[in-house]
């Protein structure tokens, strides 16, 4: 009996939001690793906003996925067959090509090896993995936050907004939490923001900005352009610094040019510096920054949230959960049970 | 007999574009320096693109000009009478604060003293002035222009973008003009450029910058915004560093929204970076970075082109000439003559 592998194909490109028949079942027989290759069993898998880029025809930063292929993104596992000997069998490993399958293939130079001792399994995916890194690097290197900065944090209680918020505090800056409800204001207080604009009840989002930070927003994390970018635009201080780090508004409409107000002279009137960020630049800072958030976390400085749903059969229900903003916290999705049960 | 200062008054902010009647000569008698202050007869007046910024009522990086008061902008001129040991009799300045007027009273930290051997006397208002360093600092400082660079200019005949060019040649990148006619793109191309875009007859400018720079664009020194920068942002190279330096397309337009396309996703994908510039910010850097300037135009690396009208009369005309692009090479004004008829 050959053993089975669950996938999700692009079944279609998305016309406009994503549905869920945008992805079909194939699965297929448990690929056998070939020399240098490692059999890689999912522990988690994670959905993150930047896969919306890679169904989208628009051309983009990396390879889009083709009707067919089984869909792209991130998890944690471990290798059960290897013919690799840096991932020897029982290695735990991360990596971004896992893709919405049980088993993957990995070679070494694709995945992270996962010290359990650093924290949970799934911490790997999110604090302790690239919504953390992203976190990190967008405000310590792009933004160079310091102390006294008033910055703000759009999408703040998702996976890269916790983190940066608290990385704010950290350094001694205040942040204001950009969220979608009530709810997620309150966690991001909890976190340690110093204060938070639900974006789906203020009458004036501009307003709403000037009034969190009177003088001025100093740093801002983007991580979805829109109306939130622009609410903050009009209220920059001087010196500002701007992270571009997703577009989540701009989700469903990739393909078409984004029009709307402009601000080159926001940007010149305050000296701003705006900076686009993909963390796939800073892989040879990942384990490092890895490791600082973990000695963090483990003093107590950083606390973190996943919403995390069960199974390979809700890969797509969690990623489009994720797409509108109905999940809380970072998501990811349980596929099987770690060794020895951790994770 | 008192002598009389000529000197123009705004009367009344522009609606749209500038008009002569948006100013009124209201000469008065030349002012006695008080203790601390300079008498200084104006040589040489400049009319600046940042000038149009002072009569727009729109909130703006310096206080604007008011009904009434004489319209601002820099010049050079020597002292004629002092009241300031810092400042003696016969001594050449050059500042931002002369004023559209015969005499301005000066203090020492509101003037540099030019020395006349670095070059002619209105060399301290174009390329040794606030245009050639303010393409240096742009284009070393802000953009950090490399060698292979591949860089965009626009208003590329102008002030600023005349040594802008130079410098991205003396640093061994490319550089290509963007500028209103094929004069202009000709004179660019003499200085060094290696390619030039006549925006007024491009059919199709992002297709003109494509075919210019195939590769994509690694610096842009942008003092348009409009339909030229937009032009750029499409052909974003990996990496691509933009100095917003100017918004000489926005200049009638000051006090609404920019509407229009919008780069986001441009700036994540190509992880370029936007920054905002004024000179105003460095004048810490202003004398050694001029002697940097006059080194190169003393060795022959940096040539230069003025346009130059004469008499007091013709500063408001001089000014909508600049801001119609009617100038060819730095607009100045010649007031008087230089002491011992230098200048």
Not at 3 to 10: G, H, I, P, Y
Not at 94 to 117: C, T
Request: some cysteine; aromatic content about 6%; overall charge negative.
């Amino acid at each position: 009996m050959t053993m089975q592998n669950c996938r999700w194909v692009l079944n279609r490109f998305p016309d406009g939001a994503p549905v869920p028949e945008c992805w079909r079942r194939d699965d297929a027989a448990v690929p056998e690793p070939q020399d240098g290759e490692a059999l890689v069993r999912a522990i988690y898998l994670s959905v993150d906003p930047y896969l919306r880029g890679r169904i989208s025809k628009a051309a983009n930063y990396a390879a889009g996925v083709q009707i067919g292929e089984v869909m792209h993104g991130g998890g944690v596992g471990v290798v059960e067959k290897s013919r690799s000997s840096e991932l020897p069998e029982g290695t735990i490993v991360e990596g971004f090509g896992f893709g919405w399958q049980d088993y993957s293939l990995q070679k070494p130079d694709a995945v992270r090896v996962f010290d359990p001792s650093l924290g949970p399994l799934h911490a790997s995916l999110s604090y302790l993995g690239m919504p953390g890194i992203t976190a990190y690097m967008t405000m310590i290197d792009t933004i160079q936050i310091k102390q006294g900065d008033v910055a703000v944090v759009s999408a703040a209680s998702g996976a890269v907004g916790q983190i940066a918020g608290q990385i704010a505090r950290i350094k001694g800056a205040s942040a204001v939490a950009v969220a979608g409800s009530d709810e997620k204001i309150a966690w991001c207080k909890e976190l340690g923001y110093s204060d938070g604009i639900n974006y789906k009840t203020a009458d004036d989002l501009p307003a709403a900005v000037k009034a969190a930070c009177p003088d001025g927003v100093d740093a801002f994390l983007d991580n979805t352009a829109g109306p939130i970018h622009d609410a903050v635009m009009l209220n920059l201080a001087l010196g500002a610094r701007i992270a571009v780090c997703g577009t989540m508004d701009l989700s469903n409409r990739l393909d078409e040019p984004d029009m709307g107000r402009r601000f080159l002279r926001q940007i010149l009137t305050a000296r701003a510096r705006m900076q686009g960020f993909l963390i796939f630049d800073h892989m040879d800072r990942f384990d490092s920054v890895r490791r600082e958030i973990a000695g963090w976390a483990k003093d107590g400085l950083i606390r973190h949230r996943e919403d995390i749903m069960e199974g390979i059969e809700s890969v797509p229900e969690a990623f489009l959960r994720l797409l509108t903003g109905k999940n809380f916290g970072k998501q990811l999705i349980r596929i099987s049970e770690g060794p020895g049960g951790i994770g």
